[in-house]
Structures are given as C-alpha cells and as structure tokens.
C-alpha cells in the first residue's frame, strides 16, 4: 500500500473553520487539493492508498487524521473540506476515533506518526528539490511519502525525518503539494507499484 503525509503548520486542528474561506483555515485548500490528488482517479477511487493529514495549527495541535477509500464511505471532490470539518469535529480525547468508514482522528505528532509508520517497516520516503530524482531510485511496495504544506516542515522535525527517510524529488521546479502527490501517483501507477 502506498501511503502519503501531509503536514500543515497552520491548518485548523478544529471544525469551526468557514468552508467558503479555506484560505483563512491554514490553508486548508492545499491540504484539499493534495488529498484529491492523493485518492481520485477518473470516476473512481484508489482504494491502495491511504492519506495521512497531521495539522499543527490553532487550537488544539497537534491532529492526525487518516483516510482511506473503504466501502461505506460517502466521499465527493465537492465536499472534501465538509469531511474534514466533520472528522475534526468528531475528535474525542485519548482515542484514535473511526468517524466515517476508514476515516480516522486522534491526537499525534508528525514525528511520533513517522516514527510508527518505519515501525511497520514501511520505506519512508521525503519529498526534496535536492533528492533523488524518483524516476532513478527503488521503490518498496509499502511506501509513505512525506510532503508538506507552502511552508514546509519545521527544522527539528524535518531534520529527524531526514535521518530516517529516503529524498526524493519529482524535478528541478517547485510544484504545489498537490502536482507532487498526482506525480508520484503516477510514477507507481507506471511502476505497478
């Protein structure tokens, strides 16, 4: 399975954000666009995916949420930021709560979801200008790949995750987070990864 973390500074770690403002909710549209590339295909889904959100902005940092195509699910392009308001809403303390089908919310640092995920021995991988070009290097079947919002990552955790990850980049330009995640799709979807 293929997986994909997405880490926003400043995206809400709570519901009460305007659906018609997504730029003042920490830009929750990038993390929008980015999920959508990450599970959409043309009148489907990719069900092999999961896609790992891990918000640090205000009020109550950190928050994982993780989604994953199941069946049950009722998901649409048009309603993404509706869902994520919903799993943020429905977060309940101490607990890594299902709210829809393969949907999930708890509380999680980055580093600590990193850490558990090269745990199940996973090939971590981080998107970086100055990586690897992905179209050279090996890449496991059970793969995450790390990317985050305008702002990037901070400098303690990304210099940890370095330690632990493998960096990869998808050219010599600087893409939105979104084109990343279509372009990697891609490239394992080319690889028949």
Do not use: W
């Not at 400043?10 to 909710?25: E, K, P």
């Not at 902005?57 to 509706?82: A, R």
């Amino acid at each position: 399975m293929r997986e994909f973390v997405y880490f926003s500074q400043s995206a809400r770690t709570s519901g009460n954000f305007d659906i018609n403002n997504l730029m003042q909710a920490g830009r929750m549209d990038i993390a929008i666009h980015s999920l959508i590339q990450g599970l959409f295909l043309s009148h489907d889904f990719r069900k092999d995916v999961k896609f790992h959100f891990v918000f640090y902005g205000m009020p109550d940092p950190p928050k994982h949420i993780s989604i994953q195509v199941k069946d049950g699910l009722e998901i649409s392009k048009k309603d993404i930021g509706n869902l994520i308001k919903k799993i943020l809403y429905k977060y309940k303390e101490g607990e890594n709560k299902e709210v829809f089908p393969g949907c999930f919310i708890e509380k999680k640092s980055f580093l600590k979801l990193i850490e558990e995920l090269k745990d199940e021995n996973k090939e971590i991988y981080l998107l970086d200008k100055k990586g690897e070009n992905i179209r050279g290097i090996e890449i496991k079947k059970d793969c995450v790949f790390i990317l985050g919002d305008h702002e990037g990552l901070p400098k303690k955790e990304l210099k940890r995750v370095k330690e632990i990850s493998n960096l990869v980049s998808v050219g010599n330009k600087m893409y939105f987070a979104s084109q990343v995640v279509a372009v990697v799709n891609n490239e394992l979807d080319y690889r028949g990864i």
